[in-house]
């Protein structure tokens, strides 16, 4: 999701649910503790240049439940950072701490609720790496229905 995609659902809504991938939720006094821009610069295995930049947002609450903060302060902590920081329109990436700070891609999921979704590593250049994936076929079990007397079973 992009940040501009991000400020536009947010603008309209009262609170903010994120919903981490396994479906727990963060819990509803989380904060913002920094918005920043990462510009990753790199060679990947088949020798090509390659730039990322990702606005990361990091996620984090301790035991203090009375400070909720709303979507307005989000917004207005965006546009702060927007002025400051001068970023263009990327993707957020977002981090949140469970066993090690993990890094989230966003979509939004319905109501209020933001869904991180998992990242994760990946061959960039499978054709210079000689590597060949198979597709990946999902069959249900009576997915094709038919009369036993047509002759197609």
């Known amino acids: 999701m992009k940040i501009s995609e991000f400020k536009n659902i947010i603008q309209s809504l009262k609170s903010i649910v994120f919903e981490l991938p396994e479906g727990e939720k963060v819990p509803s006094h989380f904060h913002i503790t920094e918005i920043g821009i990462i510009r990753k610069t790199y060679i990947d295995c088949g020798g090509n240049l390659r730039v990322d930049n990702l606005i990361n947002m990091q996620l984090w ?80 079990r009576n997915q094709i229905k038919c009369d036993p007397n047509s002759g197609c079973c």
């Not at 701490?97 to 990946?122: A, H, P, S, V, Y």
């Open 61 to 140: 609450y301790s035991n203090d439940v009375n400070h909720k903060i709303e979507p307005t302060k989000i917004l207005k902590i965006i546009q702060d950072s927007e002025k400051l920081l001068k970023f263009q329109d990327e993707e957020i990436q977002i981090e949140y701490q469970q066993d090690t700070i993990c890094k989230f891609n966003l979509e939004f999921k319905r109501g209020n609720t933001f869904k991180l979704i998992k990242t994760f590593t990946d061959c960039l250049d499978k054709e210079s790496c000689n590597i060949i994936e198979k597709p990946r076929i999902n069959i249900k």
